[in-house]
């Protein structure tokens, strides 16, 4: 049986190739993790469904996008239908987070930047003794651009991988709330008022402990 939402929330994963982005995908929706799996070819799509307080369902449109140059014109599209970005770069690899900026940039390019919502992702946080990226420095470049937070991730050991998720979510919804996001039938939400009866076992429940 289909799930009955209030809201719907598009939100588009991007970053360099190889930095981990179906991991994240798969590792949220599926709880599973594989160390060789591939870029996908062009898009990769989820629906994921989160329940917040009081009682409020909000169904997630999840589109991981290739990071190749070839496929960028293929990405675009997505982000001009999302409200959220998930920008995800290496710890061990330093220039992916040098390539965070220029991502930003581009998918402001494309969207209106105040109905875009960002959560950087340091993803690759088991990776200790091979770290080139400071957390310290990373959570300045969020902030400085003006993105929902900074939060490390493995999916490998799966930390703080459904907090991200949550993290951007709820600061959707915030935003929303607070009227700085417009509410668009085709892609970001529709209150549809549908009692919530379904089975709620497929429903995550929010609740980060992002340390």
């Not at 992702?121 to 957390?135: F, P």
């Not at 991200?164 to 996001?181: A, H, N, P, V, W």
Request: some cysteine.
């Amino acid at each position: 049986m289909s799930l009955s939402w209030h809201l719907r929330f598009g939100i588009v994963i991007i970053g360099d190739s190889a930095v981990g982005k179906s991991s994240l995908l798969h590792r949220y929706t599926e709880g599973t993790f594989n160390e060789s799996r591939q870029s996908p070819l062009g898009i990769d799509f989820k629906v994921q469904h989160l329940e917040f307080d009081p009682g409020i369902l909000i169904k997630l449109l999840l589109w991981d996008t290739a990071g190749q140059e070839r496929f960028k014109s293929i990405s675009k599209s997505y982000m001009r239908n999302s409200v959220g970005c998930i920008l995800v770069f290496d710890i061990s690899q330093r220039q992916t987070f040098e390539h965070v900026r220029s991502w930003h940039e581009e998918v402001q390019e494309y969207v209106q930047p105040a109905s875009m919502v960002f959560l950087l992702v340091g993803h690759k946080s088991d990776l200790v003794d091979q770290r080139q990226v400071r957390k310290a420095e990373a959570e300045a470049l969020a902030k400085e651009l003006d993105m929902a937070a900074y939060v490390e991730v493995s999916t490998k050991d799966n930390v703080n991988v459904s907090q991200s998720f949550e993290i951007l979510t709820r600061e959707i919804y915030q935003r929303y709330q607070d009227g700085e996001i417009p509410l668009l039938d085709n892609w970001h939400g529709l209150t549809v008022g549908i009692p919530l009866q379904e089975d709620q076992s497929k429903i995550k429940k929010t609740g980060c402990n992002c340390g």
